[in-house]
């Protein structure tokens, strides 16, 4: 098979890009400034090389093929980031526009996430955002994803970070459990009580108190990837469990929670912002992520130094 990369093939995917998204072929000559005659070339020399058909066309209809939706995705995104280059390249990063995949955990709404998105929007009103919640580690390299929010620390240390923020950690239980179960004086003393584990934050089995402690802990009657769900476990007299303090603050100040061990519990739990090395130069991303760094995290408003690192510095 010839690996060779065929650059013509590049013009031919922004012609069946433009010809999809704008419904016509005379549509998209018009728009990419060529004979409607070249853009039809365009398209059959890619339905040639795919060896497929990507549309079907009649004389008055124009309609994307099953084959023709799933090479739209890809082409889409070429076309999006060659005009994006361009832009780049000729210094006109003017407004920020086009589709934005951006993946984020489901406690994204705990974290006020999910409440700055309208906001960024009604900044930047040429940008589609694609928003995805999954606890999952986001695809950033093959162009799945151009941002991913992570609780942690960052997964892949190939991809550039943003650190937004980081979230006082707490052990935790309700008094109705405490005053049955009694109180630990000590870490070591966990393993005597039934924990409420949650796996998005810790591994199963462990929680991490301090950057030199980590500690097994027995599980309870409770194990979940849900924040919700473990707070409610806690508030239902389950067990202790190991939360943001943030996500408990209400009950700890109506004394139907009670932190556990101030002393030891030291560790803070950061939230980033993920995106493949070299996109904070695509002015959509860049937007993103300083408007994003401003509205969540606590540092100056300024996204220069305030804890971006890229990967290509380390």
Known sequence: MDDKVDIGNTIAMMSFAAVVSTGSFSAAANLLGYSKAAVSRQISRLEEAAGMKLLDRTTRTVTVTPAGREMYQHCARIADEVNEANRVMTGMLSRPRGDLKVNAPVVASLFNITQAIPAFLHEYPDIRLFMNLSDSKADLLKGNFDVAFWVGEPYDVTLDTVKLCDYEMVLAASVDYLDR????????????????????????GEW???????????????????????????????????????????????????????????????????????????????????????????????????????????
Not at 184 to 199: F, G, N, Q, S, V
Not at 232 to 249: D, T
């Open 181 to 204: 179960r009694g109180r630990p004086a000590t870490a070591a003393e966990l393993k005597e009580h039934l924990c409420i584990l949650e796996t998005h934050l810790s591994r199963i």
């Open 208 to 314: 991490r108190l301090s950057a030199d402690e980590i500690i097994s802990v027995n599980r309870g009657a409770l194990t979940s990837n849900s924040v919700r769900l473990t707070r409610e476990a806690m508030l239902a007299g389950m067990g202790i469990g190991y939360l943001p303090r943030f996500l408990l603050e209400s009950d700890i100040a109506a004394g139907r929670i009670e932190v556990l061990l101030p002393d030891v519990v030291s560790q803070r739990l950061p939230l980033y912002l993920l995106f493949s090395r070299g996109n904070y130069a695509l002015s959509k991303v860049r937007a993103f992520v300083d408007y994003l760094t401003a509205a969540i995290s606590d540092a100056p408003s300024s996204a220069s130094g305030r804890g971006i690192r890229l990967a290509s510095a380390v």
